[in-house]
């Protein structure tokens, strides 16, 4: 069982610059989250998806945030352009069903640094 | 929106002894989980309650969940050097569209 995957683990980038975060759910895993964790807010929801269709996107800041599904085996969370209050740790993850009836498994996150 | 209010928000304890953290809420919550995140990992799913008054136990681990349904506490017992980390409550509200609401952690140290 290789969990969610995530790339890369780390990405330092400078202002402006386009930010690609790239995750694998658990194969049959039909719900899919994209979460950002800070000290100072703590881990929240962007989006998340259910069978490759977003269900809720409330969450995504501002327009410069976007997040794609195209498959069930692959998300990406794109950034552009970025800004450095965006640096925090990005974590996808994946369940079964919806949330909290069965366990999110989170990927190890990519920690974002942008200069 | 939903806040979840979880305290102590750190801890810093002898190994071998007991300890007690929990979360609370303004409005009732129809699942609680508590999570444990190790550095430079995600938080891993601990213990999982569905029902109001439910204590489930995972090994040192019990939780449970309030008879209210706006609170959760968590007990580790005779805390051992891996417990170290940042343990977060969950809470998920079917009026919220399902959401899951983290706290803010609270991050244990234990001293060997």
């Known amino acids: 069982d290789a969990g969610v995957i995530q790339s890369p683990r780390h990405e330092v980038t400078e202002m402006g610059q386009e930010v690609t975060l790239r995750c694998k759910p658990i194969s049959g895993h039909d719900y899919l989250f994209w979460y950002r964790q800070t000290m100072m807010r703590g881990l929240e929801l962007l989006i998340y998806?259910?069978?490759?269709?977003?269900?809720?996107d409330s969450g995504m800041p501002e327009d410069r945030f976007s997040a794609k599904m195209p498959n069930a085996s692959f998300s990406t969370l794109k950034i552009q352009p970025s800004e450095p209050r965006d640096s925090a740790v990005y974590f996808c993850?994946?369940?079964?069903?919806?949330?909290?009836?069965?366990?999110?498994?989170f990927g190890n996150g990519t920690r974002l640094t942008v200069t | 929106g939903q806040q979840l209010n979880q305290s102590p928000q750190s801890m810093f304890i002898q190994e071998g002894e007991d300890v007690s953290m929990n979360c609370t809420s303004s409005?009732?919550?129809?699942?609680w989980l508590w999570y444990k995140q190790d550095p430079g990992e995600g938080p891993v799913l601990l213990i999982a309650l569905y029902k109001a008054g439910e204590l489930t136990s995972n090994g040192r681990l019990t939780a449970q969940f309030g008879i209210t349904r706006k609170d959760s506490f968590l007990n580790i017992s005779a805390s051992i050097p891996s417990d170290v980390g940042i343990y977060f409550c969950?809470?998920?509200?079917?009026?919220?569209?399902?959401?899951?609401?983290f706290g803010q952690g609270t991050e244990l140290s234990v001293k060997p």
């Open positions: 998806f259910n069978n490759n269709v977003p269900i809720d």
């Open positions: 969950a809470g998920q509200s079917f009026n919220q569209g399902g959401k899951l609401i």
């Open positions: 993850a994946s369940s079964l069903v919806g949330q909290g009836r069965s366990p999110l498994h």
């Open positions: 409005s009732i919550f129809n699942t």
